[in-house]
């Protein structure tokens, strides 16, 4: 099987077919053991699943030692196992792990700080522990704040795993088609005035619910568009669409999930790009390098009712140890300078994939901001149809040499770059070196961590 994972994230097959250092019996025999233990839902990456064993900095490796450069994980993002980290997670598990009934300083510390990041309007922060649960949570506020349940999201989004947040998730594909109370809108990735198109496929797409008897709740939108191919721009692409929504009385919810914490390399989040402010700002994955912590922040005015109507207890949600965590990540941000390194390392990986893409047919349109970026890969017969074929066999043979990307993207064709923003020029050199060797059939065999 091949194609886009649930989430957006790629799923390859995942044979069996020979490894490299003589542990196919080991791999096969783990495949056949998870399947037993863990049943049919889940989803391995790669032809030849990677059973990774450690990981530090922008490497990982795998049980026999040999060494992947991470092109891919965003949620160990200041590094791998950063020791700061690390070690502000071992303190607090030492020290005392609780839960929000009981005052502490943690939950407090961090709300202030991310308060302090964010523009002036967002003025509380909730905490929960997964992206899903924060966009179940921006839902139920939302609707609490509009008395409407309809929602907006664009077409491949994925926005999590719960019952509410899988039924605004089209990229999940489940069957049954979208609920009543949902609409789909184009991400804008081309064509003419991408922005203005946008905004007005969200108002249509808001018409259309009224019609329909469901009042307007929530604009829901992924500052990066990760799941629908990576869209990048331009500048200011998503006010006229928060507008649009705004305009109708629904709610502007950015999702940060993928684009917060410096990944867009222009401020902490990804919507700044867009000078627009919006009613909740979701987030999660990289927000505490691996440790389960995710949140959300809001406009005061928004959750007034729901605070009245409901009592929200979370019981990880805002435990010292992920407060820990997460005030740890804002530490390495600041003091490793690392969103200027995702813009300048990013701008650098986008060059250097504009400088392959130029002298190869397969590949598309590069597009990206900070270190995200996105290759399309298409037919290279003039009609530059998507090619997810090649897109997996090229994922899979930079595997093959040592480099992790993914795929993206509504026709899963799109090369999806993402690495921790401790991604160096040196390191995109090397990503970029496997991309073009996989581009002539070939790997470059594994190499060594600087
Ligand atoms: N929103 C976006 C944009 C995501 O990419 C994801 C995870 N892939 C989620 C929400 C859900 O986060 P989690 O897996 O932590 O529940």
Redo the contacts with the bound molecule.
């Keep these: 099987m091949t194609g886009r994972d649930a989430?957006?994230?790629a799923e390859q097959a995942n044979g069996d077919r020979g490894d490299p250092c003589g542990a196919v019996g080991g791999v096969a025999a783990m495949q056949a053991r998870r399947a037993a233990l863990l049943g049919p839902a889940y989803r391995l990456f790669y032809d030849r699943p990677l059973h990774l064993v450690r990981g530090d900095g922008v490497w990982l490796f795998d049980a026999q030692g040999a060494a992947y450069l991470d092109g891919y994980n965003n949620v160990a993002s200041v590094g791998h196992c950063h020791p700061h980290v690390v070690s502000a997670i071992a303190a607090q598990a030492g020290r005392l792990a609780t839960h929000t009934r009981y005052l502490h300083d943690g939950p407090l510390d961090l709300a202030a700080r991310l308060l302090d990041s964010l523009p002036e309007p967002l003025g509380h922060m909730m905490f929960t522990c997964?992206?899903?649960?924060a966009?179940d949570l921006a839902f139920r506020i939302a609707q609490s704040a509009t008395g409407g349940r309809g929602v907006v999201v664009t077409q491949t989004a994925?926005?999590?795993?719960t019952e509410a947040a899988a039924a605004f998730s089209p990229a999940l594909r489940l069957p049954g088609g979208l609920p009543a109370h949902v609409r789909v809108v184009p991400a804008p990735l081309d064509g003419p005035d991408p922005a203005g198109r946008f905004a007005a496929d969200v108002a249509a797409a808001f018409a259309d619910l009224g019609r329909a008897g469901v009042g307007p709740a929530m604009f829901l939108c992924?500052s990066i568009f990760?799941?629908d191919g990576v869209v990048d721009g331009p500048p200011g692409l998503l006010r006229g669409a928060a507008e649009a929504a705004r305009a109708v009385g629904a709610l502007y919810v950015a999702?940060e999930?993928?684009a917060g914490f410096g990944r867009t390399g222009e401020g902490m989040w990804g919507f700044t790009r867009h000078g627009v402010q919006p009613d909740i700002v979701t987030m999660?994955?990289p927000m505490g390098n691996g440790y389960p912590v995710?949140g959300l922040a809001v406009r005061p005015e928004h959750i007034a009712r729901f605070g009245r109507d409901v009592r929200y207890f979370n019981t990880f949600g805002g435990n010292p140890v992920a407060m820990a965590a997460a005030g740890a990540v804002l530490d390495v941000i600041a003091r490793e300078e690392l969103i200027a390194n995702a813009a300048a390392t990013g701008a650098h990986l986008r060059a250097r994939l504009r400088d392959v893409q130029a002298g190869h047919p397969v590949l598309g349109a590069v597009r990206g901001a900070g270190l995200f970026a996105g290759v399309d890969v298409v037919t290279p017969d003039g009609s530059a149809r998507p090619d997810p074929q090649n897109a997996a066999a090229i994922v899979n043979a930079m595997r093959a040499s040592g480099v992790l990307i993914s795929t993206s993207g509504l026709d899963g064709n799109v090369l999806k770059i993402r690495p921790p923003l401790v991604f160096r020029p040196e390191h995109a050199d090397r990503l970029v070196a496997a991309l073009e060797q996989a581009l002539h059939g070939g790997t470059r065999g594994h190499g060594t961590p600087e």
């Design positions: 989430d957006g994230e997964t992206g899903s649960e966009n994925y926005h999590g795993v992924d990760a799941s999702d999930v993928q999660g994955k995710a």
